[in-house]
């Protein structure tokens, strides 16, 4: 049961003593509802006139208003406080609603504008009764997910993207007639960041994924927003590697492998493996053909960084926290393949020197491309028997325990030789000045340098 914070219950008193009620409504009271603990509180204020709602909530400490129309107040960074509302489309796109708040709303008709029958439960803080218009508690009961009115849930086809992804974090069935009109709505009024809000949750949150993308793949929504994603389907694997299922049916088990290996990361970097699981393979299109009468996708990690981009564009994503999202997610497609390699390369009697791990640490974290490259090894066989696997996950567990030696299984090396000990050593800021700066550093990721005299000594070389 969730644990209401005492500022919630605090702010429902006030509410009270004013002549109003408080309810909380949405997701924290489905959470408690299914024995999670909610993260964020919403309460709808019935019976209070917004001017008066304000001064109650300003009471509690700064207001930071969302919406003055319809009196949407934030009271701290987890709590929401808002008027009942109703909202009329005016326009096209998920902001084209005129949005009126009303005191004196029903629960019923408050309850009706929203989504899901699941998010549709108002909750008294105070004295806990529940109020289920929509039944939204049977629905949770039965693992059902379910619109609350056909009249209006098209109005914002962000409910499409939202149906997936809670789909796959319930692991909830979406109900025939509402699986029937998401296939019918078309999605592509949506401004990138509100499809990447989504699309990160069903990520991150959802244990398998995969679930949530092959709705999107069946209502139609990867054909209408990822093009790139849309043209794996009927691209077969090779047989060896994948005897059923084309590169699609490949990605979204690799998508469910990788959410297992992410979490002991930093929030931006479960991001980046997420993303590169979901991209990894976006070059096989181009690439897949028939040669000596057996199916090769030659270069196709290569040719996926474009695509890639154009993912990723889409998304709006960048950078998250100071960390170059984009850029990992990029080298992680182009350099997926490098493990196997390395691997593979060192079976046959050809070693693969330290040189090549500290470049490679250079372009991409060895780590998160350790657990794409495991997602995409583990991810390889529908019927989940990992004993066909040629190489299981052996070629991946070799490759980050030879990182780990190496200590570049986070990043390359930072350079011995500084700028600063060249001009000790009189030599001007100049070309020559990167020159030997990049020569000696070089040399250091090859192990031939290993300490500053070493370095110091060799740049007296090149200087002279």
């Not at 069935?173 to 499809?195: F, H, K, M, N, Q």
């Not at 209502?219 to 994603?229: A, D, H, K, M, S």
Request: hydrophobic fraction near 40%; charged fraction near 30%; charge should be negative.
């Amino acid at each position: 049961m969730s644990v209401i914070p005492e500022k919630v219950s605090a702010l429902s008193m006030a509410v009270r003593d004013a002549g109003g009620r408080a309810m909380l409504v949405g997701g924290c009271v489905r959470d408690e509802l299914m024995g999670l603990q909610a993260k964020d509180w919403d309460l709808e204020v019935y019976g209070v006139e917004p001017e008066l709602l304000r001064t109650i909530v300003a009471e509690f400490g700064e207001v930071n208003a969302v919406g003055e129309v319809f009196a949407v107040y934030k009271v701290g960074t987890d709590l929401d406080v808002s008027l009942p509302r109703r909202e009329r489309k005016t326009a096209r796109g998920h902001r084209g609603f005129t949005v009126e708040g009303d005191p004196d709303m029903s629960f019923e008709e408050a309850c009706s504008r929203r989504d899901f029958t699941i998010n549709a439960i108002l909750k008294d803080p105070l004295t806990s009764e529940i109020v289920d218009p929509f039944d939204g508690q049977g629905d949770i009961r039965s693992g059902v997910l379910r619109m609350v009115s056909r009249d209006t849930f098209a109005e914002d086809s962000l409910r499409v993207l939202r149906a997936a992804q809670f789909a796959a974090r319930f692991r909830f069935d979406v109900e025939p007639v509402t699986a029937e009109l998401c296939r019918s709505i078309d999605v592509t009024d949506l401004p990138r960041e509100r499809i990447w809000g989504e699309l990160e949750k069903l990520l991150l949150i959802a244990e398998e994924p995969s679930i949530g993308l092959e709705l999107l793949y069946e209502w139609g929504v990867i054909r209408q927003l990822f093009p790139e994603l849309q043209a794996l389907v009927g691209v077969p694997q090779e047989p060896d590697w994948h005897p059923e299922g084309d590169v699609d049916v490949h990605t979204l088990m690799v998508v469910d492998e990788a959410r297992q290996l992410i979490g002991d990361l930093d929030h931006s970097r479960q991001v980046a493996v997420m993303l590169g699981a979901v991209c990894h393979d976006l070059g096989k299109p181009p690439t897949t053909e028939f040669v000596d009468g057996r199916i090769r996708s030659r270069g196709h990690d290569e040719a996926g960084v474009e695509p890639t981009i154009s993912f990723l564009d889409k998304l709006g994503v960048f950078t998250l926290g100071g960390f170059d999202v984009r850029e990992q997610v990029i080298q992680l497609v182009r350099y997926h393949l490098k493990p196997g390699e390395y691997y593979n390369a060192e079976n046959r009697g050809n070693p693969v020197g330290e040189g090549a791990f500290r470049r490679l640490a250079r372009m991409v974290e060895p780590d998160l491309l350790y657990r794409v490259a495991k997602a995409d090894s583990l991810g390889r066989y529908p019927d989940g028997d990992r004993s066909k696997m040629i190489f299981g996950s052996e070629a991946q567990e070799w490759f980050i325990n030879r990182a780990r030696s190496l200590e570049v299984e986070k990043k390359a090396p930072e350079p011995i030789l500084m700028g600063r000990h060249l001009i000790e050593l009189g030599l001007s800021p100049g070309r020559d000045f990167r020159r030997i700066l990049d020569a000696i550093y070089e040399m250091q990721l090859d192990g031939k340098i290993t300490d500053l005299d070493g370095a110091v000594a060799e740049a007296k070389t090149l200087i002279h």
